[in-house]
């Protein structure tokens, strides 16, 4: 279920804005690492919570969000806190019609201008390949999987143009039919336990090299 955000916060910038405050009063840690997305973001720190008890890894994933929501936020939720790194992992939901339809190239338009908007103040980022899935529990019949393999090119594409470090969850994570096998998901969408097993140590041989 997408997390709801009002007209007036369409971008939801009062879901971390009290832990933003907290986190720019205290010493900034050069090493530190932002993870930006939706759900799959989200629920990484409830599900392997251990994952984040690193302190320099700061999770600000919000359910059900597109990227023009994650973009309209990355200033308060990036920007802000100064980090070394940003890890941006979005697209899901643009793909599901979370916020009505979307092409492929305007989402990957979105996130480049995410990578440009980390990189002009002086933050690495690394771009995330989508999740594999061959249909959306909330939003049904839309037969993403297609789809997803061709964003995830354009992804790649840009990566490998500009220099940026592209971890590929998908081609770890996708089974025979290009979908999110059971014993990685609970529903086809989401990683439980084993599937941010196998997503930790890729973004982490990423990070190891920036």
């Known amino acids: 279920m997408p997390e709801r955000s009002s007209l007036a916060d369409f971008p939801n910038l009062n879901k971390y804005q009290s832990q933003n405050i907290w986190l720019q009063n205290q010493p900034l840690d050069p090493t530190r690492v932002v993870f930006i997305g939706d759900s799959i973001t989200a629920f990484w720190s409830a599900v392997m919570p251990e994952y984040f008890q690193n302190s320099r890894y700061i999770n600000r994933g919000i359910s059900g969000q597109t990227t023009p929501q994650i973009y309209l936020r990355f200033t308060a939720d990036v920007l802000a806190l100064k980090p070394a790194v940003v890890v941006i992992l979005a697209g899901t939901n643009d793909l599901a019609g979370n916020t009505g339809p979307a092409t492929i ?12 908007l980390a990189q002009n103040h002086g933050i690495k980022a690394i771009m995330c390949s989508v999740l594999p899935a061959i249909d959306f529990p909330w939003s049904p019949n839309q037969n993403p999987a297609a789809r997803i393999i061709a964003l995830n090119a354009l992804l790649l594409n840009y990566a490998t143009t500009h220099g940026i470090a592209f971890v590929d969850y998908h081609s770890a994570m996708a089974d025979t039919q290009n979908g999110l096998p059971k014993i990685y998901s609970y529903d086809g969408v989401h990683p439980n336990k084993k599937g941010y097993q196998i997503m930790a140590p890729i973004v982490d041989q990423a990070l190891a090299g920036c």
Do not use: C, R
Request: charged residues 35%.
């Open 105 to 116: 190239k305007t989402i990957s338009e979105t996130i480049f201008d995410m990578v440009e």
